[in-house]
């Protein structure tokens, strides 16, 4: 591929990453007969069995719960030896590649100003915007503001009941707001916590004076994932293992009979324990159902779990009306391209992750399960595996039919292309190797490259070349002091990295004062109450406080228009202390293309002391002629940090939103 190909965008926030595995195996899964029994229907690819009758697909659950149960009830998280990496040669490299004239697309916001991993997928967030609307969550209410004046006005407000977390998505005029079901608080105090359900409320905000509650829905499951395409909006829900009346191991009842207690309580169990139901509630009415038939149910050939996957797919013109599928698996991550959704189960899911445990080297293979998305529908297209972690949602990626994953293994990287075919993601290439003994910490896809960082004492950044899926190579690397955790393109040959500094870029701090040497050793002040010393005795001396390096956040210029040779033409280094917020949620960047600026919220961490006390900042940076340039604003302190956000318009304006504070941002 030659000339200046538009390569799109696609990013990845590494939090910090388990070491695991590197090497992909296709996945084989074949379709199996039903002992006797004729299927409704049968997919026409292998890897999944469907069209279940309720006693089979009851039995399926009872025989492998009945694995899982054990004396205290269901069986928390194994921890498994660590695997040694493949040896896997020198890297390959690629001098001269076809993509060296490749030019970075940095057209990343939804259409709704939200920063997100596929410029056609939205995601839910705090705010958005169209044309001169805002839209946003705050202290338990949906809000609208007019903001084509000359300063943003609210317009209408409206109570969101019931809903924890809440996030939004805006399709035309209506609004979606999704999140975690809170319990009525008048209904007294729960002896077990509830299972985690999921609270799905429609506004109609054609008027956005009086935004109007047009149905609510509840469904069993926390949220994996919720995408909108088009109209389509799409929750990938993990309904975990079902609340039975178990019992343990005490005074009155041994190991033995607790063991058995448990497992009849599993054989006594119907289907309807084991699947997802829907509570609607509209004019009035509330009505429960069942999520799923049975037959809709997709099942593994090889166990993967215990809990059940249901994608739902709803269109805001019609809230009352949705298409769900389902799947026999403990999901782990879900991405969604504009046509298909990739389910990720991991190793570690096949044991209960209600302890909120995750095993430190996993010895299984993570399966990859693909579905094709047309209107509200979701059909299964085939499955892959690999034997090391997929991280999240943004590790994965899709171009050209083909599934691109970045996987971690023992402390080393892989990327691995899988292609569907008949019913498996067979891999049909890979790098391996990349950051040997370290952590992966971010990466970003295009059509043709990706470029990646891993971590341990210094940040290698790769530039990697995926235009052939069966030949992907390294073109070149750069190492540095410290890590990005976001990788964003801000120019056609520049890719600017959000994250920290290690310890050799760091500044030896004393609490509120820069200092060269340690201080002398001073008296204590005697405590409040304290009995008085007698006279002559020695004072008690407080040891001098230690000097800790501080680490705080930084940004980094990357140029890569020489892809063999990429280089550092910029930094900026912040507060001590500080964390770039971009870390663990993308949606705190705007990038605005026409000002050649990104907007980032820069906060607190480590515990350590920061410039002008308390507080948050919004980092504006520009790039000029190569250059990043920093502008800070202090931002409110009684704000949460998390929920700052900022929006590009329509004319070319921005705005933040801070706790109260709503208004245009000069850049």
């Not at 943003?152 to 019931?162: H, K, N």
């Not at 139901?277 to 149910?297: M, N």
């Not at 920290?500 to 701090?509: G, N, R």
Request: aromatic share 6%; net charge negative; with cysteine.
């Amino acid at each position: 591929m030659t000339g200046a190909t538009v390569v799109r965008r696609t990013a990845v926030t590494g939090a910090v990453l388990l070491a695991l595995v590197s090497s992909f195996v296709t996945g084989l899964l074949v379709a199996r007969a039903g002992s006797g029994e004729t299927p409704a229907y049968r997919l026409a690819v292998a890897g999944l069995d469907r069209g279940w009758s309720c006693a089979r697909l009851r039995q399926w659950y009872v025989d492998h719960g009945v694995e899982q149960v054990t004396a205290w009830g269901w069986q928390p998280p194994i921890y498994a030896r660590a695997i040694p990496l493949d040896g896997a040669g020198p890297l390959p490299t690629a001098p001269g590649s076809a993509v060296n004239a490749t030019a970075l697309d940095t057209h990343t916001g939804s259409s709704t100003g939200t920063n997100v991993q596929e410029a056609s997928v939205d995601e839910p967030d705090l705010v958005k915007t169209a044309g001169g609307l805002l839209v946003r969550i705050s202290d338990g209410s949906l809000e609208t503001y007019d903001v084509s004046g000359v300063e943003p006005r609210r317009l209408g407000v409206a109570p969101l009941a019931g809903v924890g977390d809440a996030q939004l998505l805006l399709s035309g005029g209506r609004v979606v707001v999704i999140g975690s079901d809170q319990p009525d608080p008048t209904a007294g105090a729960w002896s077990v916590a509830p299972p985690p359900r999921t609270r799905v409320l429609t506004y109609d905000v054609d008027d956005p004076s009086s935004p109007t509650l047009l149905g609510t829905r509840v469904y069993d499951g926390s949220v994996v994932a919720a995408r909108q395409v088009g109209s389509v909006v799409r929750l990938v829900l993990d309904d975990e293992l079902p609340q039975l009346d178990f019992v343990q191991p005490s005074s009155r009842v041994t190991q033995d009979q607790a063991l058995e207690h448990n497992r009849q309580v599993v054989r006594d169990t119907s289907v309807t324990d084991w699947l997802p139901h829907v509570t609607t509630y509209a004019d009035g009415r509330e009505s429960s159902a069942q999520l799923v038939d049975c037959a809709d149910v997709s099942v593994p050939a090889t166990f993967g779990g215990l809990d059940t996957v249901t994608v739902v797919g709803i269109d805001p013109a019609e809230p009352g009306v949705a298409d769900a599928t389902a799947l026999a698996s403990s999901p782990d991550t879900a991405y969604m391209s504009p046509t298909h959704l990739y389910v990720a189960s991991s190793p570690w899911s096949n044991s209960w992750r209600g302890f909120g445990l995750l095993t430190p080297a996993a010895t299984g293979p993570t399966r990859i399960y693909g579905f094709d998305l047309s209107g509200r529908s979701t059909t299964y297209v085939g499955m892959g595996s690999v034997t090391g972690l997929v991280a999240g949602s943004w590790s994965m990626d899709e171009h050209d039919g083909v599934l691109r994953v970045a996987v971690t293994r023992s402390g080393a990287t892989s990327l691995v292309m899988l292609r569907p075919e008949s019913g498996r993601l067979v891999d049909v290439g890979r790098v391996a190797g990349l950051g040997r003994g370290q952590q992966l910490k971010s990466v970003r896809w295009f059509d043709d490259l990706a470029v990646l960082v891993t971590f341990r004492q210094t940040d290698p950044f790769y530039v990697v070349d995926v235009h052939d899926p069966a030949d992907p190579r390294v073109l070149g690397e750069l190492h540095l002091p410290g890590w990005s955790s976001y990788l964003h393109p801000v120019g056609p040959h520049l890719v600017l990295g959000l994250g920290q500094t290690a310890s050799s870029d760091l500044v030896l701090e004393a609490p509120r004062r820069r200092i060269t040497v340690p201080p002398t050793p001073v008296p204590t002040p005697p405590a409040p109450n304290a009995p008085e010393l007698p006279k002559g005795s020695p004072e008690p001396v407080r040891p001098a406080r230690p000097i800790t390096p501080m680490q705080r956040a930084k940004a980094t210029l990357f140029d890569i228009s020489d892809l063999t040779h990429p280089r550092q033409v910029g930094t900026v280094s912040y507060p001590a202390g500080s964390v770039p917020m971009a870390a663990t949620d993308p949606h705190q960047v705007t990038w605005l293309p026409d000002q050649d600026t990104l907007l980032t919220v820069i906060g607190h961490g480590f515990g350590g002391p920061t410039y002008d006390g308390d507080g948050a900042w919004l980092s504006v940076l520009t790039v000029r002629d190569g250059t990043l340039q920093n502008r800070l604003l202090r931002l409110p302190a009684a704000v949460p940090v998390t929920d700052v956000r900022t929006a590009p318009l329509a004319d070319g304006r921005a705005v933040l939103v801070a706790g109260d504070l709503v208004e245009f941002v000069s850049v």
